[in-house]
C-alpha cells in the first residue's frame, strides 16, 4: 500500500537560517506531489506542485522554493526563513487527477 | 481562476440536529469537488468527492452546478462530527481549499 511520510513533525528555526523539509511516498511511481501551507484563519494555502522529476510550479511567490530530486521525493527549501514563514506544512501526493490527495502528518514550523 | 469559498468558519449545531456546511466554487472548466475533514490531532483526510455520488459517516454533498454550490449535509449530527472540514476543487492539476468550517456538535 502506499505511504506517506513527512519530517520532521515539529521545527524551531531562527530568522535568517535555512530550511529544509522532506517528504517522501512509498509505494507508488511518477505520483503528483504537493506543499501546502495550512495558516489559522486562512485555510490551505498550496505552494507548490509537482507532477514529475524536475519539474515545480509554484503557486505563490514568497521565500520558499521546492525541489523534486527524486521520483518519490518532494523538498522544501528556504535560504533564509523569515518570521511570516512560520506555519504548519503539509506535504500531499495524488495518483492521477479526481482521486483525491493524501497528505502527509504535517511539519510544525515556528520561526523566532 | 479557481476559487473556494466556505462562509461560514465557525458552525456550532447540537447533536441530533441536522447539518449543513456551505461550499461554492469558482471554476471555468468542469470541476471535481472533494470534502475533507480533519478531526483532532489527525491527519487531513478525504471525506468524500462528488464524482463518486457516495455517502462517507452520513454525509452527503450535491453538486449545484447552476448554483456553482458543493453544501455538505448530514441529516443527524453525532458528536465525532466535531472536526474541521475543508471543501476542494480540483482543477489543472491542483487543489484548491476553502478557507475551512469548524463544525462542533454540542452534547
Known amino acids: 500500500s502506499q505511504t506517506i511520510h513527512q519530517w520532521p513533525a515539529t521545527l524551531v528555526q531562527p530568522v535568517g537560517s535555512p530550511l529544509s523539509l522532506e517528504c517522501t511516498v512509498e509505494?507508488?511511481?511518477?505520483?503528483?506531489l504537493y506543499w501546502y501551507r495550512q495558516a489559522a484563519g486562512r485555510g490551505l494555502q498550496l505552494l507548490f506542485y509537482?507532477?514529475?522529476?524536475?519539474?515545480i510550479s509554484s503557486e505563490v511567490p514568497q521565500n520558499l522554493s521546492a525541489s523534486r530530486p527524486q521520483d518519490r521525493q518532494f523538498i522544501l527549501s528556504s535560504k533564509k526563513l523569515l518570521l511570516s514563514d512560520s506555519g504548519f506544512y503539509l506535504c500531499?501526493?495524488?495518483?492521477?487527477?479526481?482521486?483525491?490527495?493524501?497528505f502527509g502528518s504535517g511539519t510544525r514550523l515556528t520561526v523566532v | 481562476a479557481q476559487r473556494v469559498t466556505q462562509p461560514e468558519k465557525l458552525l456550532s449545531v447540537f447533536k441530533g440536529a441536522p447539518v449543513e456546511l456551505k461550499c461554492n466554487y469558482s471554476?471555468?472548466?468542469?470541476?471535481?469537488l472533494f470534502w475533507y475533514v480533519q478531526y483532532s490531532r489527525q491527519r487531513l483526510q478525504l471525506l468524500l468527492r462528488?464524482?463518486s455520488r457516495e455517502s462517507i459517516k452520513g454525509f452527503t454533498a450535491d453538486l449545484n452546478k447552476g448554483e456553482t454550490s458543493f453544501h455538505l449535509k448530514k441529516p443527524f449530527a453525532q458528536e465525532e462530527d466535531s472536526a474541521m472540514y475543508y471543501c476542494?476543487?480540483?482543477?489543472?492539476?491542483?487543489?484548491?481549499f476553502g478557507q475551512g468550517t469548524r463544525l462542533t456538535i454540542n452534547p
Open positions: 500531499a501526493w495524488s495518483p492521477s487527477l479526481r482521486y483525491g490527495y493524501t
Open positions: 509505494g507508488t511511481s511518477n505520483p503528483n
Open positions: 509537482s507532477v514529475g522529476i524536475g519539474q
Open positions: 471554476y471555468s472548466g468542469s470541476p471535481e
Open positions: 462528488h464524482i
Open positions: 476542494a476543487l480540483e482543477g489543472a492539476q491542483k487543489l484548491v
